[in-house]
């Protein structure tokens, strides 16, 4: 009996309900009739208490508890049903705002560095991890991100004294010791207009502080890296189900195979001059120095009198062969130490295109062996005691096998060159088709490449006695340039730096309930739309993977270009209507003008494959304004084109703005002795008191310097 009464009660409840809210219903639908809702004054006010009052009587209703920080609005019932209603940008200053914070009482344990800020933009639009340097606020709120990379920008220039036309009128090795502030003085400065001299005075308009950014490098080996290829480099994303190890390379999805010929990676003079490998005087250009040419004592070069001897006639090859009509010969060699640093060899294994052993052989050295390298090398005493080949029979021997058709494949073949004391010009290493990530003088080890991107576990002995067996790795590395040969160029290029940021923003950008609606409640992978505004051809850089390219001729058509990227173009065509989501950008007057453009080695890659060449100084027309320096002038021109962008970008757009680094030059021209160093001391033939430039640990210090200094950047992050 009382279960029944319960059971009445409830229906009686329910049938209340609805009829309150039918009757909101048919007054909401009078109201829009009679245009009584269409001008509301309170419509953009949507904290005001008031507003929430007049909503949430009858036909309102408030989202569950755990929607409050995504969406703070609320649903329109009709019929019983939750229609969605569009959701409106935040009134700048209320509490729903989306805001990039820092504290004073926060504790950075380091500077932040590029791929912070990389990482900052896939927390805000995809799968980053959450950045630990500042705090996000209303993270769904965001509706745009855009970023300018804006080289030769120094922290130096923001000091209220600083001097615009003495600025640049000091050596560049004394240019690098102008850093503003300590190297450990991690936490950013807080941005005050009156401190600031009056040309950078439109950044206190847009951000609150500059943030000191460590630039990507290598204090160790003095190398200065590419903050773009940081940048634009997102890390793969971590799978929590994934086990340790080596992770097997598969081809991406709708991966295509493209058989390339094995002469598209035959790694030319420079390169291999570059990685220290033996000269081979058809590597020389003509003239006096190859007519002259001669091989250091006991070392012999192949018989190729020019680098066109080893082409092959078109009608010659096989249709669809991989080889070029060439032959194709995998070697690796085992060494022993036969004195301090000194290794001799001690086996040679060649292996044809076809996987025959064409040559294995022990070698013994003419020295006494005080280190048989066992664990490594798999040789012993034993085997090598009734030997009697030397290493001068293995060199009459390669002189006959080696053509100027052959090709050698192997795994960091200068050493094994070295040893042998041979020199030929037709090399693919794989070493350099697969590089370390960090770049060199670091490489990834055969067994490393062999599990990666063959899935095979080699030189598996114990450490103690089997140690590495050459046939096995001859034939790991002409399985791994195979692979190479029939995936094609692009196969595995990325694998070891990671992926681009705008795939992974199109792959895995997400969209909250704030911009795409109720069903994105939590978080929804739709893909965000992209666009890079560059100097030169947009198109042949890592900057091609953005949904919309802009190639441009100066920083005034890339300000027009990121304003086109935002807004989007009225028809659409080419720029989506209401813009990108995230626009790359990058200006590069400042650049030149100060001389960094094209003399940091570090962007080499970049300005062969994208960029025009850098205009002089007096190319750029910064004279209009006489009475100030023409540096000023660019620096005034510059904020002032900032200040245009920002002022251009819609509510909630996060604007992040880097240098990428400090003062490039002087590590460029330490690299470039220290270059020119090597390339005159690997010539065969070459006395170290006849060298041109001179490289001791005093200018190896010297470079180090230089690259601690460089690697000093800044940035600026902020919320229009």
């Not at 755990?66 to 609320?74: A, C, I, Q, S, T």
């Not at 042949?540 to 949904?547: E, G, I, K, L």
């Not at 300000?559 to 173009?569: F, N, S, Y």
């Not at 230089?706 to 800044?714: E, L, Q, T, Y």
Request: charge should be neutral.
């Amino acid at each position: 009996m009382g279960k029944n009464k319960k059971n009445k009660a409830n229906r009686t409840s329910l049938a209340s309900v609805l009829d309150r809210a039918q009757d909101a219903v048919s007054d909401a639908t009078t109201n829009t009739a009679t245009g009584a809702s269409n001008e509301n004054p309170s419509a953009d006010q949507p904290d005001s208490p008031k507003t929430q009052q007049s909503e949430s009587s009858g036909s309102l209703k408030r989202p569950s508890p755990h929607d409050v920080e995504e969406d703070d609005g609320w649903q329109t019932i009709e019929r019983g049903r939750a229609v969605k209603k569009h959701k409106k940008t935040p009134a700048a200053g209320s509490r729903k705002y989306p805001a990039i914070t820092f504290s004073p009482k926060a504790r950075l344990q380091s500077k932040i560095n590029v791929s912070s800020l990389r990482d900052l933009i896939l927390y805000l639009f995809a799968d980053g991890p959450a950045p630990q340097w500042v705090s996000i606020q209303h993270r769904p709120e965001f509706r745009k991100i855009v970023t300018i990379l804006v080289p030769g920008l120094e922290e130096a220039m923001f000091k209220k004294s600083v001097d615009f036309s003495a600025y640049n009128n000091i050596p560049t090795d004394q240019a690098v010791e102008r850093t503003a502030t300590s190297p450990d003085d991690y936490y950013p400065r807080p941005l005050k207009k009156e401190e600031l001299p009056e040309a950078l005075q439109p950044f206190a308009d847009m951000f609150e502080h500059l943030w000191p950014v460590r630039a990507p490098g290598d204090d160790k080996y003095g190398k200065l890296h590419s903050p773009i290829n940081s940048m634009l480099t997102a890390p793969p994303p971590k799978n929590k189900d994934e086990k340790g190890g080596v992770k097997h390379v598969t081809d991406p999805k709708g991966w295509q195979d493209k058989r390339t010929r094995i002469t598209e990676f035959l790694a030319s003079p420079s390169e291999l001059t570059e990685h220290g490998f033996p000269t081979h005087p058809a590597m020389l250009p003509d003239g006096e120095r190859r007519d002259n040419f001669q091989d250091p004592e006991g070392w012999v070069h192949t018989r190729v009198s020019s680098l066109e001897d080893g082409d092959v006639l078109e009608e010659e090859i096989q249709q669809g062969s991989l080889t070029s009509g060439r032959e194709v010969l995998a070697l690796d060699c085992e060494m022993c130490m036969t004195g301090e640093k000194e290794f001799s060899l001690t086996r040679i294994s060649l292996v044809s295109w076809s996987g025959d052993v064409v040559l294995d052989e022990l070698v013994k050295p003419e020295k006494p062996i005080i280190d048989y390298v066992t664990r490594f090398s798999g040789i012993t005493k034993e085997m090598l005691d009734p030997v009697t080949t030397t290493l001068k029979d293995i060199q009459a021997r390669l002189l006959d096998l080696l053509t100027p058709r052959t090709i050698l494949v192997g795994h960091s073949l200068d050493s094994d060159l070295k040893a042998m004391q041979l020199a030929h010009p037709f090399i693919v290493d794989t070493s350099m088709l697969f590089p370390h990530p960090i770049g060199p003088p670091l490489k990834s080890s055969l067994k490393y490449l062999a599990q990666k991107f063959l899935a095979r576990h080699i030189q598996k002995g114990d450490g103690a006695v089997a140690g590495h067996d050459s046939i096995e790795d001859a034939k790991t590395c002409l399985d791994l340039v195979k692979k190479k040969c029939e995936k094609g160029k692009e196969w595995a290029a990325g694998e070891n730096q990671g992926e681009n940021i705008f795939k992974r923003l199109a792959r895995a950008g997400t969209a909250y309930r704030a911009t795409a609606g109720p069903e994105a409640k939590g978080g929804l992978p739709v893909g965000k739309s992209s666009a890079a505004v560059d100097w030169g051809d947009v198109t042949r850089s890592a900057c091609n993977a953005a949904t919309v390219a802009i190639s441009c001729k100066s920083d005034a058509e890339v300000e027009a270009g990121v304003i086109r990227a935002v807004k989007g173009d009225p028809d659409g065509l080419v720029v989506p209507g209401g813009g990108v989501d995230f626009v790359w950008a990058r200006m590069r007057e400042l650049e030149a003008l100060q001389g960094w453009w094209n003399r940091n080695r570090m962007d080499a890659a970049e300005e062969s494959s994208s960029s025009p060449s850098a205009p002089g100084p007096d190319a750029l027309n910064y004279d209009d304004a006489p009475a100030v320096s023409k540096l000023e002038n660019c620096v005034t021109t510059l904020a002032q084109r900032l200040k245009r962008i920002h002022d251009a970008l819609p509510p909630c757009t996060a604007l992040i703005i880097l240098s990428g680094t400090g003062d490039p030059r002087e590590v460029g021209r330490l690299q470039a002795m220290k270059e020119q160093f090597r390339k005159e001391y690997n010539t065969p033939g070459s006395k170290w008191d006849e060298l041109s430039v001179k490289w001791t640990d005093a200018e190896d210090q010297l470079l180090k310097k230089a690259v601690r200094i460089a690697r000093n950047g800044i940035g600026f992050v902020g919320v229009k």
